[in-house]
């Protein structure tokens, strides 16, 4: 099993739907979590950080769950301009590890 | 406040030649980080540095080197390239505080043939 799985997609979905990403990791020890933004040919960018209690970002939800190991990010009323990949981060190893998933492609239609 | 920021944007090397890629930071951020991007897969650490003087192995470093001898720089020196070199390189910096929360600059294209 991978250390951190997400759909690659694309999830293609109209201007105004709510979407879900999840993000799967197999070290039950994992400590912190993270969402970052990747726009084609672009670097990554901070998105949000992932805390235990859930957090909210305007349209933007993220979620832990570490009984069943994954992270989720809702995105709520999506722009165009939501169109991008979602990549999860995932800390481990006493904060001194840093895994990438290959992120979720969102393309958001007109 | 330019933030992160890496030379060139655009390489092709042939095999066997070497590189230093260039990047740089303004932010006195003491963390500083090197990854590669390949198509269909996750970012991979190759090398970080806490702090001037001090570098570390990341999950990829065969084949390259860095230095730190600045807190501003942070350069990525690939000595032998090899076509499995092909990437996209980031660099990346952050505070010590919140050394996951990264600021990445516009990254390296390079080409190894």
């Known amino acids: 099993r991978k250390e951190v799985e997400q759909d690659p997609g694309p999830f293609n979905v109209p201007e105004g739907a709510t979407v879900a990403f999840n993000c799967t990791y197999s070290?039950?020890?994992?400590?912190?979590f993270f969402w970052y933004r990747q726009d084609c040919r672009k670097e990554p960018k901070l998105l949000m950080s992932v805390y235990s209690s859930g957090n909210e970002d305007g349209r933007f939800t993220a979620q832990l769950n570490r009984a069943s190991q994954y992270i989720s990010l809702l995105i709520r009323d999506s722009k165009l301009s939501d169109s991008a990949t979602y990549l999860c981060v995932v800390i481990s190893g006493g904060y001194q590890k840093v895994t990438f998933g290959i992120g979720t492609k969102l393309q958001v239609i007109p | 406040n330019a933030g992160v920021t890496q030379t060139p944007k655009f390489r092709i090397l042939k095999i066997g030649q070497s590189m230093t890629l260039q990047c740089a930071q303004d932010?006195?951020?003491?963390?500083m980080y090197w990854y590669r991007q390949d198509p269909g897969m996750g970012l991979k650490l190759i090398y970080y540095?806490?702090?001037?003087?001090?570098?570390d192995k990341g999950e990829v470093p065969n084949g390259y080197n860095v230095s730190r001898s600045t807190t501003e720089d942070f350069p990525l020196r690939l000595e032998l390239a090899a076509p499995s070199q092909t990437s996209v390189y980031f660099c990346?910096?952050?505070?010590?505080?919140?050394?996951?929360?990264?600021?990445f600059g516009a990254g390296t294209r390079l080409s190894v043939l």
């Open positions: 070290n039950s020890a994992s400590q912190s």
């Open positions: 990346a910096s952050s505070l010590d505080r919140d050394r996951w929360i990264q600021y």
């Open positions: 540095s806490v702090g001037a003087g001090i570098t």
């Open positions: 932010m006195n951020h003491n963390y």
